[in-house]
């Protein structure tokens, strides 16, 4: 049985866990980001450092790495720091999802218990689709996304990259071609029509509300 060490100790960190043990790998460590909780336990497992551990390396080559944190420019940092020292983030997809032979998963992936992803589709690096979503046929979600839980993405749409589907949000089919890169799209939303690079919509249908800082 392969090990992992499991980065962010936060309120998020127990659905990794659960994850990657469902997926047939054991915890070796928790990081957290500083050393305040160093020598906690968290469910059973010893919280042994922070992510300094990361830094101090020159190689992670042999190692197993998931992420648990919900911030997406932490994720994506760290992802890459990772992946440029060696190690690997394997994509972890739950057994009870749904899984088309047709579609591509990128590494660092994680896809959480009752989704589905069917054919032609593709998920980027480094992108968590949580409980009960569906990414319809022929869709595509960048990378370094957070796709919430109970979303549906419709056919042909193309999600960009750091972008944020919030929870029971859906992309309309034939609606909706593309959402740009770093956007967020709120709870609860309908989308039938584009959003541009940077920006906030929510509602039904959802509307901009603003745009974010580059």
């Known amino acids: 049985m392969k090990s992992l060490n499991i980065l962010g100790i936060g309120r998020n960190t127990v659905t990794v866990m659960d994850l990657a043990e469902d997926c047939g790998f054991a915890i070796k460590s928790l990081l957290h980001y500083n050393d305040d909780r160093t ?23 042999g ?62 690096d480094n992108t968590v689709i949580t409980v009960n979503s569906v990414i319809a046929h022929s869709a595509t979600v960048g990378a370094n996304c957070l796709i919430s839980g109970n979303v549906m993405i419709g056919a042909y749409s193309d ?30 939303s309908t989308l039938l029509e584009d959003m541009p690079d940077y920006t906030i919509y929510a509602g039904c249908p959802a509307k901009f509300l603003k745009n974010l800082s580059r």
């Open 159 to 188: 999600i960009g990259n750091n972008t944020h589907i919030g929870q029971g949000a859906t992309v309309v089919s034939g609606k909706v071609k593309h959402v740009g890169n770093h956007c967020i799209l709120g709870a609860g």
């Open 39 to 61: 020598g906690e336990y968290y469910f059973g497992h010893e919280i042994k450092g922070s992510f300094q551990y990361l830094n101090d390396r020159d190689s992670l080559e």
């Open 63 to 124: 190692e197993f790495f998931a992420l648990s944190m919900g911030d997406l420019a932490i994720r994506e940092r760290l992802y890459t720091m990772i992946v440029q020292k060696g190690g690997t983030v394997p994509a972890l997809v739950h057994p009870s999802c749904v899984i088309s032979r047709r579609c591509e998963i990128g590494d660092g992936v994680q896809i959480m218990p009752g989704s589905i992803v069917q054919g032609d589709s593709r998920i980027g």
